[in-house]
């Protein structure tokens, strides 16, 4: 491109024209730095929910870092920006850690479950609700301080929903305890005033995913056996379409990319952004994919008893890994990488191009009894990976936050 603009401009203007093409090239380069930077602090990498991070992972077999225990579960995601680590155990408390030392720099009670919250512009946005989750209350919180900038109260208690911040709103699903009902709201993320309420008919426990001007989300109960994938006008909040799936809720997160939606129940369904149609899907009668899925390079995976690779186009299936030992989680995506934790207490790193296995990190706890489960979505940056942690048993229900990587 150079040598064709030095032919074709006058040599008065030729310097000028080359000043344009380095700003240019400047000020996307720092676009690109924002993005990524902003990316890290949002549930599955970003705002289609692709499970991308913006990495790197650690380059050899890792080392834990620092560990910081809860009391409460921590199934949910690590939520990393600016130096800091957000985590919302199974209970009340949110917190801020430092990420390099795990030491907490603050803590607010948002009440809830364990939804990860996001954090745009230097303010924490996190969803909760009152113990019998029949209302809920959305928060925006001083990324530095922890301080309340406002707040605003829901009829249905957002427990499970990661929010979801695009062009100054804030997309948030919520549901009621008996799962009889719920509602995705979009909520000015300046002020905290609704901009407006879709009522879904049933819970939204699903993390909305947001792509080109239109909202996409999961519903249905947990005990369901039915749920729905829903596309909302994102400025109106009008309903584009709905897709209905009679095998499960859609209760995880869906991912959008290149025109397709992908969402699970206990299949895997990929549907037509625009129209709603289904595509193709991918189902196992002695299996169930129930993982939210994430999407790079035209590859879709998802976990469940295995840890599958499928073409986003068609379905076909790429690889397989079948050796997790357990049930594997909420897989994410970084340089190549594929990691996952799984409900044997291990976290796996997996060659996303050949499906095999690089490394497997074992979480060791001392005094801990009872078995150890990965449920939450990493987060990959700057060479350690962010993850939570419990014990399955009743009495022995601690949380604990890890961060693992090469020791420098």
């Given at each position: 491109m ?7 401009l ?22 690109s ?9 949002l549930?599955?990498g ?5 499970g ?7 380059r050899?077999?890792?080392?834990e870092?620092?560990?910081?225990t809860?009391d409460?579960?921590?199934l949910?995601s690590v939520i ?8 919302k155990?199974?209970g ?15 803590s607010?009670?948002t ?6 919250p ?10 909760g ?10 928060y ?5 301080s ?24 804030v997309y ?6 008996d ?24 819970p ?5 995913a ?6 996409y989300?999961?519903?249905g109960?947990?005990e ?10 994102a400025?109106?909040?009008d309903?584009v ?9 859609v209760?995880?997160?869906p ?10 129940s ?5 549907i ?6 289904e595509?193709w899907?991918?189902?196992d009668?002695?299996?169930s ?6 999407v ?8 469940g ?22 049930y ?5 995506v970084a ?5 996952a934790g799984?409900y ?8 996303a191009?050949?499906g ?17 489960q ?11 990976i962010y ?10 229900a601690?949380?604990?936050v ?5 020791t420098?």
């Amino acid at each position: 491109m150079g040598n064709r603009l030095h032919k074709r401009l006058p040599t008065g203007i030729q310097a000028l024209a080359l000043l344009v093409i380095v700003l240019v090239m400047t000020s996307t380069n720092v676009l690109s730095a924002a993005e990524s930077r902003s990316a890290s602090s949002l549930f599955r990498g970003n705002p289609a929910r692709t499970g991308e991070q913006p990495g790197p992972g650690p380059r050899n077999e890792p080392q834990e870092l620092w560990q910081v225990t809860l009391d409460a579960p921590l199934l949910s995601s690590v939520i990393v920006a600016e130096g800091v680590a957000y985590v919302k155990a199974w209970g009340e408390t949110l917190r801020a850690l430092d990420a390099e030392t795990g030491k907490e720099i603050w803590s607010f009670t948002t009440g809830g479950l364990d939804t990860a919250p996001a954090v745009v512009g230097g303010v924490v946005y996190a969803g909760g609700s009152n113990q019998e989750e029949t209302q809920g209350t959305l928060y925006a919180l001083d990324a530095r301080s922890g301080q309340e900038i406002w707040r605003h109260e829901t009829a249905y208690a957002l427990s499970d929903s990661s929010p979801v911040v695009v062009d100054g709103v804030v997309y948030i699903g919520g549901g009621n305890g008996d799962e009889t009902g719920g509602a995705l709201y979009a909520v000015d993320a300046a002020s905290g005033e609704e901009v407006w309420t879709f009522d879904a008919g049933m819970p939204i426990w699903s993390s909305p995913a947001v792509a080109k001007g239109v909202l996409y989300v999961g519903g249905g109960g947990l005990e369901w056996g039915r749920g729905a994938l829903f596309a909302i006008d994102a400025d109106r909040g009008d309903e584009v379409w709905r897709f209905e799936v009679n095998d499960g809720a859609v209760v995880t997160s869906p991912a959008v990319s290149n025109g397709l939606v992908y969402a699970t129940s206990s299949s895997l369904y990929a549907i037509d952004a625009k129209s709603g149609e289904e595509v193709w899907t991918h189902a196992d009668e002695k299996d169930s994919f129930d993982t939210a899925p994430a999407v790079v390079d035209d590859v879709v995976y998802v976990g469940g008893s295995k840890l599958v690779a499928l073409d986003a186009d068609t379905g076909e299936t790429v690889w397989t890994f079948t050796d997790a030992g357990a049930y594997v989680a909420i897989p994410v995506v970084a340089d190549g990488v594929i990691y996952a934790g799984t409900y044997h207490a291990e976290l796996l790193a997996i060659d996303a191009e050949s499906g095999k296995e690089r490394w497997r990190f074992r979480v060791e706890i001392k005094g801990s009894a009872g078995d150890r489960q990965i449920e939450s979505s990493p987060a990959v940056i700057d060479g350690v990976i962010y993850f939570g942690s419990f014990v399955t048993e009743a009495d022995q229900a601690s949380g604990m936050v890890h961060a693992i990587g090469v020791t420098r």
